[in-house]
């Protein structure tokens, strides 16, 4: 199994990134996704996830609004649309893989993640 994440990079506030999550080793059409991140001194927080043929999706509070994720499973690639960018979404982003179809039956691997950070 493996998710490699990419996508990440320094915007002002008010902008935009797209992460992607680069899928591999698995079925990927048989599984959830989705998106963590974690600050310095926090603990990580789920902020996205995806249903494996993409009908559900959930989102933090703290993202909905702002944040859309998307997947293509031919692609086997999974997505995060950021906008409206703010400084506390200034964090590490990993991607996830499910442990089943929908995102309630959790996470069982994790990429390295890509680094987002939002300041002028």
């Known amino acids: 199994v493996q998710v490699v994440e990419s996508g990440g990079g320094l915007v002002q506030p008010g902008g935009s990134l797209r992460l992607s999550c680069a899928a591999s080793?698995?079925?990927?059409?048989?599984?959830?996704m989705s998106w963590y991140r974690q600050a310095p001194g926090k603990e990580r927080e789920l902020v996205a996830s995806i249903s494996n043929a993409g009908g559900i999706t959930n989102y933090a509070d703290s993202v909905k609004g702002r944040f859309t994720i998307s997947r293509n499973n031919a692609m086997t690639t999974v997505w995060l649309q950021m906008n409206s960018l703010k400084p506390e979404d200034t964090a590490m982003y990993y991607c996830?893989?499910?442990?089943?179809?929908?995102?309630?039956?959790?996470?069982?691997?994790w990429g390295q993640g890509t680094q987002v950070t939002v300041s002028s």
């Open positions: 996830a893989k499910g442990r089943g179809i929908i995102p309630a039956h959790g996470w069982d691997y």
């Open positions: 080793g698995f079925a990927f059409r048989s599984y959830a």
